[in-house]
């Protein structure tokens, strides 16, 4: 659009120029040099002015682009939040107690010291220190530490 405008400003501009060149009469007057200086530098000023007038146009232009992107941005932001100003129905559900989740036991740590072997294992966020084939209990039920073929130690769960 801005190339358009120019460019026809332009085309104006060369135009009136060629045109006051071609009605030249066939007698030679004497022309005051200030007059013509004149109209020129009123034309530089009008185009001058128009060049600035889009300039500043353009600019404020790209000011409410960028406002609107912006304003586009928040508003996903928002969304994503999910601080939206709609309006949201309660969902009529039931109240699910939660589950307290118990963590199985695992074995943290194998220590041997002295030629006694300790084992700790980690239970519920407790933590014991256990031999093998000691029996023990988290979150109501009964474990018992044993060592695999492989000799790596294992908790299973005992039932008495």
């Keep these: 659009m801005q190339k358009i405008i120019l460019t026809s400003l332009l085309v104006f501009f060369i135009g009136g120029q060629i045109a006051s060149a071609e009605v030249s009469p066939a007698t030679p007057e004497i022309k005051d040099a200030s007059v013509d200086g004149d109209n020129s530098n009123v034309q ?3 185009f001058i002015k128009i060049m600035e007038d889009n300039l500043y146009f353009e600019k404020q232009k790209r ?3 960028n406002e609107v992107a ?3 941005l928040r508003s996903e932001l928002k969304k994503l939040r999910g601080t939206a100003t709609s309006p949201v129905m309660p969902a009529m559900t039931e ?7 118990v963590s199985k036991p695992n074995v943290i740590l194998v220590s041997k010291i002295g030629g006694l072997t300790k084992v700790l294992v980690s239970a519920g966020g407790n933590k014991h220190y256990l ?3 000691e029996h023990f209990s988290s979150g109501g039920k009964n474990y018992i530490l044993i060592m695999d073929s492989a000799g790596r130690y294992q908790v299973k769960e005992h039932q008495q």
């Design 44 to 46: 530089q000023d009008e």
């Design 70 to 72: 912006l304003e586009k």
């Design 63 to 65: 000011q409410l682009v």
């Design 95 to 101: 109240t699910i107690a939660p589950r307290e989740v």
């Design 131 to 133: 031999s093998r084939g």
